[in-house]
């Protein structure tokens, strides 16, 4: 069964945007449009937690060996951010690729081109909508969300002394069940591992669970989320200050510079405030905490990137390459105590209650799983999602 998610309703025709919604889209086609063949843009424009803050989301598609994201600020203050994220042109013409590909299929398909002089856009869409949902794409895009829960699960192995941030690994992975069950059910959430809420009372709005309020307990949702805003600038000044963009060696991949770049960044800080305080005036506390904890961890991963780069190694921007808490001791300890009040507020978490609330990501995963089941799609049996144990060989930690 398919179903069309009201909350993901795209409202098509770029010329039926906002003047200044208008003048950024203009703005990046005039900028990027002899590089890129084609470009996309995520529809609706504006998010339903997040109504009056919000950037302008385009897929870029270009000669280029792999993804990379892009920010720019807009310099007028009533202009409009840009957030690109470049693909490989090769994708277009790869459609039933592009539709197993977890998040990246459903940034395309909920999108629509504003740039594709060639077409290729317009062909590679009509394949996609051909392919989408049969079997075998469905189920490796649902293995793409699904590895994302059984990796960050695997972390909390190396962050049993940082529980805080053993139960932010939780967030990720909940927001990978919500995926699924998004996907199930016929919709796209393309931004779902900043902003999962929304996602998920769609879900009880189609299935009838009752899913949120246990997810909010499991996550720690229940703090004020203005008490982060200082913790989070007080971080974000350290981690500027004394840790500028590095020599980067050959070894480090393209991507994580880029992250490197956007996240530093003092504008995406603040931008990243502006958006929460706007899900708070609309009734959203809880997203906005959501929203504001995947911004203090990638601003924590700041020094520890920096440090890989002074070793000449190579390293993914947020999955760690080593337990946090020793590597932020030795590197920048003065934000751990403000990481640790954005994580939890002054709440306590001990490890009792991460393991209870791996018992509930597991849960919801099998929940919706089990949805799914009834309404006729077939899953395979799905695998422990337990945190690494030391005693396993290393190279065993990137293995379902």
Same mark, same amino acid.
């Given at each position: 069964?398919? /179903?069309?998610?009201?909350?993901?309703?795209?409202?098509?025709?770029?010329?039926?945007?906002?003047?200044?919604?208008?003048?950024?889209?203009?703005?990046?086609?005039?900028?990027?449009?002899?590089?890129?063949?084609?470009?996309?843009?995520?529809?609706?424009?504006?998010?339903?937690?997040?109504?009056?803050?919000?950037?302008?989301?385009?897929?870029?598609?270009?000669?280029?060996?792999?993804?990379? %994201?892009?920010?720019?600020?807009?310099?007028?203050?009533?202009?409009?951010?840009?957030?690109?994220?470049? $693909?490989?042109?090769?994708?277009?013409?790869?459609?039933?690729?592009?539709?197993?590909?977890? /998040?990246?299929?459903?940034?395309?398909?909920?999108?629509?081109?504003?740039?594709?002089?060639?077409?290729?856009?317009?062909?590679?869409?009509?394949?996609?909508?051909?392919?989408?949902?049969?079997?075998?794409?469905?189920?490796?895009?649902?293995?793409?969300?699904?590895?994302?829960?059984?990796?960050?699960?695997?972390?909390?192995?190396?962050?049993?002394?940082?529980?805080?941030?053993?139960?932010?690994?939780?967030?990720?992975?909940?927001?990978?069940?919500?995926?699924?069950?998004?996907?199930?059910?016929?919709?796209?959430?393309?931004?779902?591992?900043?902003?999962?809420?929304?996602?998920?009372?769609?879900?009880?709005?189609?299935?009838?669970?009752?899913?949120?309020?246990?997810?909010?307990?499991?996550?720690?949702?229940?703090?004020?989320?203005?008490?982060?805003?200082?913790?989070?600038?007080?971080?974000?000044?350290?981690?500027?200050?004394?840790?500028?963009?590095?020599?980067?060696?050959?070894?480090?991949?393209?991507?994580?510079?880029?992250?490197?770049?956007?996240?530093?960044?003092?504008?995406?800080?603040?931008?990243?405030?502006?958006?929460?305080?706007?899900? /708070?005036?609309?009734?959203?506390?809880?997203?906005?905490?959501? $929203?504001?904890?995947?911004?203090?961890?990638?601003?924590?991963?700041?020094?520890?990137?920096?440090?890989?780069?002074?070793?000449?190694?190579?390293?993914?921007?947020?999955? %760690?390459?080593?337990?946090?808490?020793?590597?932020?001791?030795?590197?920048?300890?003065?934000?751990?105590?403000?990481?640790?009040?954005? /994580?939890?507020?002054?709440? =306590?978490?001990?490890?009792?209650?991460?393991?209870?609330?791996?018992?509930?990501?597991?849960?919801?995963?099998?929940?919706?799983?089990?949805?799914?089941?009834?309404?006729?799609?077939?899953?395979?049996?799905?695998? =422990?999602?337990? %945190?690494?144990?030391?005693?396993?060989?290393?190279?065993?930690?990137?293995?379902?």
């Amino acid at each position: 069964m398919v /179903l069309a998610l009201d909350v993901l309703e795209p409202v098509r025709g770029a010329a039926g945007l906002a003047r200044v919604d208008r003048r950024a889209v203009e703005s990046a086609i005039a900028h990027d449009g002899a590089k890129a063949v084609a470009i996309q843009l995520r529809t609706p424009i504006t998010d339903r937690v997040s109504p009056r803050a919000y950037d302008v989301d385009l897929m870029m598609f270009a000669a280029l060996p792999a993804f990379l %994201p892009e920010r720019r600020h807009a310099a007028d203050p009533q202009g409009r951010s840009l957030d690109i994220t470049w $693909y490989p042109q090769s994708l277009l013409e790869q459609p039933e690729k592009l539709a197993q590909l977890g /998040l990246a299929a459903h940034r395309f398909m909920a999108s629509e081109a504003v740039h594709d002089p060639q077409g290729l856009s317009a062909a590679c869409r009509a394949a996609m909508q051909a392919c989408f949902h049969r079997a075998d794409i469905r189920a490796a895009r649902w293995n793409v969300f699904l590895d994302v829960g059984w990796k960050t699960v695997r972390e909390i192995g190396i962050t049993w002394d940082f529980p805080e941030l053993a139960r932010f690994w939780l967030h990720m992975a909940s927001s990978s069940c919500i995926a699924l069950g998004i996907d199930g059910l016929g919709g796209f959430c393309p931004n779902v591992f900043t902003r999962p809420l929304p996602y998920l009372e769609e879900i009880e709005a189609q299935t009838g669970l009752a899913l949120r309020a246990e997810v909010i307990e499991t996550l720690g949702l229940d703090q004020a989320p203005e008490d982060t805003f200082a913790p989070l600038r007080r971080i974000h000044r350290v981690v500027s200050q004394r840790f500028a963009e590095p020599r980067w060696p050959d070894a480090m991949r393209k991507l994580t510079r880029a992250e490197y770049a956007y996240t530093i960044a003092a504008d995406e800080l603040e931008f990243r405030i502006a958006v929460a305080r706007d899900m /708070l005036a609309h009734g959203q506390p809880e997203s906005a905490l959501h $929203y504001l904890r995947f911004w203090a961890y990638s601003l924590a991963r700041i020094p520890m990137i920096h440090a890989r780069a002074a070793e000449g190694v190579d390293a993914a921007f947020l999955q %760690p390459e080593t337990a946090v808490l020793p590597d932020l001791r030795q590197h920048c300890p003065e934000i751990v105590d403000d990481l640790r009040r954005v /994580l939890a507020g002054g709440a =306590e978490v001990d490890a009792a209650q991460v393991r209870r609330g791996i018992d509930s990501v597991v849960r919801l995963r099998d929940t919706l799983a089990g949805e799914l089941r009834s309404r006729g799609f077939a899953m395979r049996p799905l695998p =422990e999602w337990a %945190p690494f144990r030391p005693q396993q060989r290393q190279s065993d930690r990137g293995q379902p």
